[in-house]
């Protein structure tokens, strides 16, 4: 399999390679060229597997020659070990037509660790065959900062480096992070938005004083290793609910467009999609990109969903180059546009394309709390914030009432007690596996938002490449 740059003009390059790259190197994100499909046949047969066969076999086009299937799958089993539920992503019945698909029983309770577990293995195996090391940048509104940290802590051949907006995280959010003090772990506060963390994070993999002294890689979903494990549970949900012959809808919360778009590659692959419900709160550029087509920035308003807090969506960019023509020359000048003014319109092309799989809905903090209470109050399931923002779109969607809806629940509700306790009447209990988290010692350093300072921070405490 090999993988192209949406940007045109960086090397084609494998699995392996794209794992360890991160961003393109013309600034653009991997993605296959061109999409494996399953038969029906092959579908069908997905059904009644254990978590971690059913991921292998998803996986295993995507991989190609850069994994044997017997090692693959050794992986799989290694990561989806570690989670709390046997069935790994369990599926909750909500009522006749909505179903909760439950992402969060990994070691750092959010849909993250589906995909980062499984990366911090891949890193692992993939250094193992060279000398080289890994500097990881990343950037968090949340979830993956702790996800990525408990996947590579204490490993060899990787530090990392992640940057979060200072007080805008839960406080169980940044104490998973910023209490693991292994010392390849560096946790950066710093003052903006994910945003703006995240538009560093990718500035450095563009920085040849960076580049030429170490191996810049990510963990955000910029990396295709990540989408690719989350197209995964689709497909396990999917035959559970009736695939191949059946056809499901996805309600996804959605800030980086990287969940949703995982659901876009199961549905290329095969896997029978009515539609894909993006899902935002108050930062809706998602939602008014796929209503209107425009698709411009405004300032990041703090929510209860602070993960969702997101305006610059990355991976938005490899859905316009696949429904676009994958244009990569033509799709290089759009996004240069798009940094220059932090506004664009979407091309005709683009928006019909779209349109055929996605639909889009925004909830505002009222309708984000009435989610949770009428799951709370109706059908007795406790749930996150941005959860409840895929909720919301689901119930309002009108898809027909013969489509199963699921609604990925994307976070443990403890991660927000504030907010659920707010909601419900009812403070959510942390896991007894992080039971002690307020009594943990914190390390972070707290930065301004310039690239300058994050980038001599990066470069005084990494280790150089070679
Ligand atoms: C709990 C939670 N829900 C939803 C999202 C949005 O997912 P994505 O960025 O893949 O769109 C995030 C962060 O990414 C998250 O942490
Ligand atoms: N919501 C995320 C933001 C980063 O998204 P990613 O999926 O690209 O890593 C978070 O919680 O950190």
Redesign the pocket.
Known sequence: MQYVSTRGSAPALDFEGVTLAGLASDGGLYIPAEWPRFSEAEIAALAGLPYAQLAARVMQPFVGDSLTPEKLLELCEKAYGRFAHKAVTPLVQLDEQNWLLELFHGPTL???DVALQLLGLLFEEFLSRSDARLTIVGAT????GSAAIDAVAGRDRVDIFMLHPNGRVSDVQRRQMTTVLSPNVYNIAIDGSFDDAQAMVKRMFGDRAMTDRFRISAVN?INWARLMA?VVYYFAVGVQLGAPHRKIAFS???????????GYVAAQMGLPVEKLIVATNVNDILHRALSSGDYSTGTVTPTA?P??D?QV?S?FERLLFDVGGRDGVALAEQMRGFEATKAMQLTNQQREGAAALFTSARADPDQMTQAIRWAYEECGEVI?P??AI?LHAARNAGIDPAVPVVT?A??HPA?FRDAVERATGTRPTLPTRIGDLFEREERYAELPGDYDAIAAYVAEHATPNG
């Open positions: 959010a849909f993250k509104s949340g979830d993956t979903s989350q996804v919360p959605t800030g980086n467009f990287g969940d949703v778009f995982a969903a993960s969702m997101i969506s991976n996150d941005h959860t895929g990925l994307t976070a991660k």
